[in-house]
């Protein structure tokens, strides 16, 4: 029955009877391999709706208190920003101008989506061995989000300033190709002496970088990594991942930039470069090709190195301009349950755009009393 239902598209149905959020068949079937999945009562089709079972057991789902959807971005957005406050204030005696991430209020929900990762990925795989972090692109350290300027903590830092497991990183490597972000990276590096024995940062190209990972991991006793892969463009190409995942053990964060590439899929000079980001499968690209076309060739490719537990998460500025975050991992013989959280922070970040958290960081810093249509895009 289970097989028949994930032919079609289904939906998830809460508590209350309401459609929460509709996943396509690779989704409904990771939904059905989470026993224990606390958030969802059942799995619908169009036409007919069919109790979770697990074995021939139903499963039902634990009560508890939930959390709004405008809490759950406060819950997290606050940590960032004081940790982005902290981390200006050590810098901004300094003479010289240190070089920032400045961006839109967007940025602020992929930084949401790493810092929501960590704790459980921690929790869940540091009593086995030693992690790391892993930082490809990874910038200057400090963003300066929006209009009003929110300092929160880069990518590379998140990890290092936000401790909410009793378990932590035993390495970290940071790539990043352009000099004034490394400089910066690396200053910002110092105040941290803490993990100074532990890092190491890199100023080379994220392709080069990958061919002597595995090295520096096995010479650190590592046994598993988290990799963030936060690209401008398309600047990793699909060998370098391939070969990335062919030779460490990690769970991936990867930016999908969909606006990009739907703006470029039918442009001559930037097709090479598309071809060698998406990999096998975009030799031909299709005249009706499009940023979902895209994505699709990217995941089959994804789950064909192992990473066949992937979904997408849309990110929206508030205008035109969007990307996904794309994280995947390896399915176990447990069924990879962890990997829900993805799925309940998809729920949540893709009701809000880079204007809402605009409005709510205004709120945390006192701009603002009230928030407007908070969940509305």
């Known amino acids: ?24 068949t690779i989704e409904c079937a990771q939904f059905w391999r989470m026993q224990n ?24 789902p634990k009560q508890g208190k939930t959390t709004s959807d405008r809490d759950w971005l406060v819950k997290h957005l606050n940590p960032l920003i004081d940790a982005g406050k902290d981390l200006l204030s050590k810098t901004a005696s300094q003479i010289v101008k240190v070089p920032t991430y400045d961006k839109g209020y967007w940025t602020g929900l992929k930084l949401i989506l790493e810092k929501y990762y960590i704790k459980p990925y921690l929790n869940i795989l540091g009593s086995r061995g030693n992690l790391a972090y892993v930082d490809l692109f ?10 009003q300027k929110v300092p929160v903590p880069g990518s590379p830092i998140i990890p290092i300033m936000i401790k909410e497991s009793e378990y932590q990183f035993s390495k970290f490597i940071f790539s990043e190709l352009n000099r004034d972000y490394f400089n910066a990276l690396a200053k910002r590096l110092a105040l941290f002496p803490e993990v100074k024995n532990i890092t190491e940062v890199l100023n080379k190209d994220a392709n080069l970088v990958i061919q002597g990972i595995s090295d520096i991991l096995n010479s650190n006793n590592i046994s598993h990594s988290l990799v963030f892969v936060d690209p401008e463009g398309m600047e990793l190409e699909w060998t370098s991942l391939e070969n990335l995942v062919d030779s460490i053990d990690c769970d991936l964060i990867i930016n999908f930039p969909s606006a990009g590439i739907n703006r470029n899929l039918h442009n001559p000079p930037v097709l090479p470069k598309i071809k060698k980001f998406l990999g096998p499968g975009a030799e031909n690209i299709p005249q009706n090709a499009d940023e979902q076309w895209a ?3 990217y995941r089959r490719n994804l789950a064909s190195i192992g990473k066949d537990v992937s979904t997408e998460i849309i990110v929206k500025s508030g205008n035109a301009f969007h990307y996904h975050l794309i994280p995947a991992v390896r399915t176990t013989a ?26 709510i960081a205004d709120q945390i810093e006192g701009r603002a009393t009230a928030l407007d249509n908070e969940t509305k895009s």
């Not at 079609?8 to 309401?18: A, E, P, Q, R, Y």
């Not at 990874?138 to 209009?147: C, E, K, R, T």
């Open 1 to 24: 029955m289970a097989r028949r239902m994930f032919q079609k598209c289904v939906s998830v149905i809460g508590f209350d009877g309401s459609i929460a959020q509709e996943y396509s």
């Open 37 to 60: 999945d606390p958030k969802y009562l059942s799995l619908c089709s169009p036409l007919r709706c069919y109790q979770r079972t697990w074995w021939g057991k139903t499963i039902l």
């Open 138 to 147: 990874a910038g200057p350290g400090l963003n300066l989000i929006g209009d």
């Open 295 to 297: 994505i699709e060739v």
């Open 334 to 359: 447990g069924g990879s349950p962890w990997f829900r959280l993805f799925l309940d922070a998809k729920r949540r970040i893709e009701k809000f755009t880079g204007n809402i958290l605009g409005i």
